[in-house]
């Protein structure tokens, strides 16, 4: 299976449409590749608080649109990160859309964990409330978004739903960067699965961005990683070994915490 994460930059000066149509050329681009993934936020930036609410748009509103086209052009399965979403009976959302080679939509997955404690998303946009996997036809992922990273129960229950890919889009600060290349490397090991991980580069509203996008085995190792500037990282990994690494070391077979059937959030 060949996953494509592009790194892209969110910088200020570039205006929404330039990058949402710069995106949809990157990802028709990765024609040939299996799953594409693109970061959080990408089409405002993760920290420009103050442009979720004038920049949100439906569901299946421009971003949406273009994605699906990118999508289906290039014929692959295209996790588009995730957009400021308005609902039109209630607040914000931080959601992720994910598409077919065919362009029809697959999957939607409203973050959870809001990050900002008493400020920005934390009090800007609602939180999800479900669980979300998406079978391909080499794996199933299970979807989480940037501070939902930190929370590992969200992943074990992914785990529990059959998820064997983990895939996570953040807008991801550079001062926290060992952070993220830790957790991504945690939540594979726990639970036994890849971790595809995308971050994005430049600066957010001022903050600098970690970059650094990885892919993680379900031993723990690292199998790429990019680093600070806007790039598209690619690499050839084997579903199969999620099942083979279970296999082998049946850690999962010996939990006893947690064991009745997930909550929703």
Request: hydrophobic share 40%.
């Given at each position: 299976?060949?996953?494509?994460?592009?790194?892209i930059?969110?910088?200020?000066?570039?205006s929404?449409e330039?990058?949402?149509?710069?995106?949809?050329?990157?990802?028709?681009?990765?024609?040939?590749?299996?799953?594409?993934?693109?970061?959080?936020?990408?089409?405002?930036?993760?920290?420009?608080?103050?442009?979720?609410?004038?920049?949100?748009?439906?569901?299946?509103?421009p971003?949406?649109?273009?994605?699906?086209?990118?999508?289906?052009?290039?014929?692959?399965?295209?996790?588009?990160?995730?957009?400021?979403?308005?609902?039109?009976?209630?607040?914000?959302?931080?959601?992720?859309?994910?598409?077919?080679?065919?362009?029809?939509?697959?999957?939607?997955?409203?973050?959870?964990?809001?990050?900002?404690?008493?400020?920005?998303e934390?009090?800007?946009?609602?939180?999800?409330?479900?669980?979300?996997?998406?079978?391909?036809?080499?794996?199933?992922?299970?979807?989480?978004?940037?501070?939902?990273?930190?929370?590992?129960?969200?992943?074990?229950?992914?785990?529990?739903?059959?998820?064997?890919?983990?895939?996570?889009?953040?807008?991801?600060?550079?001062?926290?960067?060992?952070?993220?290349?830790?957790?991504?490397q945690?939540?594979?090991?726990?639970?036994?699965?890849?971790?595809?991980?995308?971050?994005?580069?430049?600066?957010?509203?001022?903050?600098?961005?970690?970059?650094?996008?990885?892919?993680?085995?379900?031993?723990?190792?690292?199998?790429?990683?990019?680093?600070?500037?806007?790039?598209?990282?690619?690499?050839?990994?084997?579903?199969?070994?999620?099942?083979t690494?279970?296999?082998?070391?049946?850690?999962?077979?010996?939990?006893?915490?947690?064991?009745?059937?997930?909550?929703?959030?």
């Amino acid at each position: 299976m060949r996953a494509s994460v592009i790194q892209i930059a969110v910088d200020e000066g570039e205006s929404v449409e330039s990058r949402r149509r710069r995106a949809a050329s990157m990802v028709r681009d990765q024609a040939g590749a299996d799953l594409v993934v693109l970061p959080e936020l990408w089409t405002t930036g993760a920290f420009a608080y103050e442009e979720f609410g004038q920049e949100a748009e439906p569901l299946e509103g421009p971003t949406y649109e273009a994605m699906a086209k990118a999508a289906s052009d290039a014929g692959v399965w295209l996790h588009a990160g995730s957009i400021p979403e308005r609902d039109p009976d209630g607040p914000l959302y931080n959601t992720s859309l994910v598409f077919s080679p065919s362009g029809d939509l697959a999957a939607v997955y409203r973050k959870i964990h809001r990050f900002g404690f008493d400020k920005g998303e934390a009090v800007l946009m609602g939180a999800g409330a479900e669980l979300v996997t998406v079978r391909l036809p080499a794996t199933t992922l299970g979807l989480g978004t940037c501070y939902d990273l930190r929370f590992p129960e969200l992943f074990r229950g992914l785990v529990d739903a059959g998820a064997e890919t983990l895939v996570v889009p953040a807008g991801w600060p550079e001062r926290r960067r060992s952070h993220w290349t830790l957790l991504a490397q945690a939540r594979a090991v726990e639970n036994q699965t890849f971790v595809v991980a995308c971050g994005t580069a430049g600066t957010h509203a001022g903050v600098p961005q970690a970059g650094h996008s990885i892919v993680v085995d379900p031993w723990g190792e690292v199998l790429a990683e990019a680093g600070a500037d806007e790039e598209v990282l690619t690499v050839d990994f084997d579903p199969g070994k999620v099942a083979t690494t279970r296999e082998q070391f049946p850690a999962l077979k010996d939990r006893v915490l947690g064991l009745q059937p997930p909550r929703r959030p």
